[in-house]
Each structure stands twice: as C-alpha cells, then as structure tokens.
C-alpha cells in the first residue's frame, strides 16, 4: 500500500555542522507534511510543517523542502547541537484523513 | 496547561488480563487519537476520534476499544490483552481544522503482556 518512508534509519553527524534528514512519499494526493521530533522516553513533539502548494518552509535553524515531481521531502537542521539528538518521522496527511508516520531516522550528534 | 496526560506510565499485563489505558487533554481540542510505537517503528493509529461522540477505527483497531467519555477524554481499553499488545502507547490531540493539523502527544504508557 501506500506509504510514507525514510531513506535512512540513523544519521550520524558533528556538532555543528548541518544535518538533512529524507523522507519519500508515495501519494501525490498528500496536501501536507509535518516533522516530529521524538526524543528518548518522550511523545512526539511538532517542529515544522509544510503545505503541498509551497516548496520550502523555514523556522529557527530548520528548514523542509518539498519536491514534488519526486515525492521527496527533507528535513534540514542547521548548526546541529547535541539536544537535536533524537528520532525524527515525517508524516503526511491525506485529505481529511488522520495523519500517516514513516518509520523515523535516528540522528546522533557527536561532540 | 499540562497538555495531554496519559496514566499509567508503565503497565504489566498477564495474557487475557484487561486494562484501561486513560489520557486527557485541557487545550479544549476537538480530535483525540491512539497510536502505537513499537520498536524500530514509527507510529501506527489505533483508534482516532475527530468530535466528542465519535470514534473511528485507524490501521490496527483489532483487541481494542475506546470511548470518548467527553471532550477532555479518551481511554483505550484492552479487553484480553496478549503479547503482541507490548508496545509503548500514545495518547495526542489536535484542533483536527483543515488550517490546523498540529498533534500534541502525551508522554506514553509502556505496556508490557507477559
């Protein structure tokens, strides 16, 4: 069936540098995407969303791109700092229907 | 504001026992949902329930029911729990408005069926 997927499960970057987490989509019908951040032991906490009519959307040191001749979606984190580490899943709302989660990328900064 | 609560924190089951997994929201949301999260996975919707008096089933609605007791609450009820039910569970809201879509998740109960 349809889904939303990650084109990696852990990410592994140096304090500092800049981080990009990927996600593809299957459904072109899919009007918007929200990135989650789930640390450990937590629920999942909302960092930034984006519509299907817009290609980029920024917020403090995050910014997604959406492609959608491809159905790729990115997550970048600038200047990635040691409380980014966590689990992140993009998720897709189709219609009226509730949302859909990938599996998550793990993102793991070294100091 | 607390957000949305959930009770209890960890839970221990024996096969074909019963529970009662309670969550509540004070942000005067309309929709309420369940989800699971098992290892290495994302999260998989239970149940969902967009208004106060109704509910709808969500990808894997088997071996649970649920009530939406009032705007505040959702509980998610285990009649025969099983192995397969350890999982850590996620109780969230949101406004459910088309120009609103953000879920606020509570903090999850982990429930392990022995």
């Known amino acids: 069936g349809e889904s939303v997927g990650l084109h990696l499960p852990t990410l592994s970057v140096q304090e500092g540098d800049n981080s990009i987490i990927n996600c593809a989509y299957s459904?072109?019908?899919?009007?918007?995407f929200i990135w989650y951040k789930q640390e450990s032991g937590k629920g999942p906490q909302f960092i930034i969303d984006i519509r299907s009519n817009m290609d980029k959307r920024q917020g403090q040191r995050v910014t997604v791109l959406l492609n959608k001749t491809v159905k790729h979606l990115s997550l970048q984190i600038a200047a990635t700092q040691p409380g980014d580490s966590a689990v992140y899943f993009c998720?897709?709302?189709?219609?009226?229907?509730?949302?859909?989660f990938g599996k998550g990328t793990r993102l793991s900064v070294i100091a | 504001n607390a957000g949305v609560t959930q009770t209890p924190k960890f839970q221990v089951l024996k096969t074909g026992q019963s529970m009662t997994l309670q969550c509540a929201q004070d942000?005067?949301?309309?929709?309420m949902y369940w989800y699971r999260q098992d290892p290495g996975m994302g999260l998989r919707l239970i149940y969902y329930s967009a208004s106060e008096g109704t509910t709808d089933k969500g990808e894997v609605p088997n071996g649970y029911n649920v009530s939406r007791l009032n705007k505040r609450e959702f509980s998610l009820r285990l009649e025969s729990a099983a192995p397969s039910q350890t999982s850590v569970y996620f109780c969230?809201?949101?406004?459910?408005?088309?120009?609103?879509?953000?879920?606020?998740f509570g903090p999850g109960t982990r429930l392990t069926v022995t």
């Open positions: 998720a897709e709302i189709r219609g009226n229907t509730p949302l859909v």
């Open positions: 942000m005067n949301h309309n929709s």
């Open positions: 459904n072109s019908a899919s009007d918007y």
């Open positions: 969230a809201s949101s406004e459910m408005d088309r120009s609103v879509y953000e879920q606020y």
